[in-house]
């Protein structure tokens, strides 16, 4: 029943900017953590940035100083701000939830469709 939408996805040229949003949906008891990972065919997923239920950030080396991670928690949506995009940041994007759905039940991962962006030079 938990549910994870992205949208913002799409085609812009290198140092434009785009903006992803994932919206979780359904029976949510606790999130402990929430992030974006990217993924180019043939490539293992990557961790891109993560931010905890407390505010804590994480950022992928090559995109610190140009992506930034935000979350509104009365909205269950995480955003990715992503500024100054190049080539190497083309890739399907996608949105990750760490939650209990219920008490009783194990902390385990949740994963949206995937979005996709794509940067041209």
């Known amino acids: 029943q938990v549910q994870l939408v992205e949208s913002g996805g799409g085609l812009v040229q290198a140092g434009g900017s785009l903006r992803l949003s994932c919206v979780v949906s359904g029976s949510i008891f606790r999130i402990s953590a929430m992030g974006w990972y990217r993924q180019t065919p043939g490539k293992q997923r990557e961790l891109v940035a993560t931010i905890t239920s407390g505010g804590s950030t994480n950022y992928e080396d090559s995109v610190k100083g140009r992506f930034t991670i935000s979350r509104d928690n009365a909205k269950n949506t995480v955003y990715l701000q992503m500024n100054s995009l190049e080539p190497e940041d083309t890739a399907v994007y996608y949105c990750?939830?760490?939650?209990?759905?219920?008490?009783?039940?194990?902390?385990?991962?949740?994963w949206g469709q995937g979005t996709q962006v794509t940067v041209s030079s």
């Open positions: 990750n939830c760490n939650a209990k759905a219920t008490s009783w039940r194990p902390t385990k991962d949740y």
